[in-house]
T-cell receptor, first 113, second 113 residues
Framework: NAGVMQNPRHLVRRRGQEARLRCSPMKGHSHVYWYRQLPEEGLKFMVYLQKENIIDESGMPKERFSAEFPKEGPSILRIQQVVRGDSAAYFC???????????FGQGTRLTVV | AQSVTQPDIHITVSEGASLELRCNYSYGATPYLFWYVQSPGQGLQLLLKYFSGDTLVQGIKGFEAEFKRSQSSFNLRKPSVHWSDAAEYFCAVGLSGYSTLTFGKGTMLLVSP
């Protein structure tokens, strides 16, 4: 059983471009969480999704950021028109519906140049 | 809103010495409490958690933590540190299990020979 898979591991984008970050949860996990880690900061919650539903997006910036978790395929975190302040590590975690442990992926490190 | 404070940004411990990492939280009720470890360039691994019951919890890799309600603390301890324990440690709180965790800024543990 593979762990939570995130890709790409490293992503470089120029200011104004779009960034798409992918997260494939562990097998049997239907809950996905996205967190952002800025340099020298802890992880900040962004969004909590179940299949085809956004459960809690209280941590998502109001503009340029969106997330989805379709019925088939990975969860996608999309950042439009990236700015330098979006440079961070983005982590995804997944858990089964029972509320058991959430497992984290290795993260995508986004650099905006 | 809940918050987590890890007052020590860096800690250096000699190999074989004991370790205590501090964590204080602010929350209206008893939260779910977690300690995670992050090695460089890696994702987060759960060390231990407290949901209810015995206030002294045992985790992986020889770590333990004690929940003290009166002090709003959940300090992480290990009796004898190994060089492989060098990593960054994050304390986190949750409202309901693993969803929407609030993380502290982390404590970087350095282990000297």
């Amino acid at each position: 059983n593979a762990g939570v898979m995130q890709n790409p591991r490293h992503l470089v984008r120029r200011r104004g471009q779009e960034a798409r970050l992918r997260c494939s949860p562990m097998k049997g996990h239907s809950h996905v969480y996205w967190y952002r880690q800025l340099p020298e900061e802890g992880l900040k919650f962004m969004v909590y999704l179940q299949k085809e539903n956004i459960i809690d997006e209280s941590g998502m910036p109001k503009e340029r950021f969106s997330a989805e978790f379709p019925k088939e395929g990975p969860s996608i975190l999309r950042i439009q028109q990236v700015v330098r302040g979006d440079s961070a590590a983005y982590f995804c975690a997944s858990s089964p519906p029972t509320g058991a442990e959430a497992f984290f992926g290795q993260g995508t490190r986004l650099t905006v140049v | 809103a809940q918050s987590v404070t890890q007052p020590d940004i860096h800690i250096t411990v000699s190999e074989g010495a004991s370790l205590e990492l501090r964590c204080n939280y602010s929350y209206g009720a008893t939260p779910y409490l977690f300690w995670y470890v992050q090695s460089p360039g890696q994702g987060l691994q759960l060390l231990l958690k407290y949901f209810s019951g015995d206030t002294l919890v045992q985790g992986i890799k020889g770590f333990e933590a004690e929940f003290k309600r009166s002090q709003s603390s959940f300090n992480l301890r290990k009796p004898s540190v190994h060089w492989s324990d060098a990593a960054e440690y994050f304390c986190a709180v949750g409202l309901s299990g693993y969803s929407t965790l609030t993380f502290g800024k982390g404590t970087m543990l350095l282990v000297s020979p």
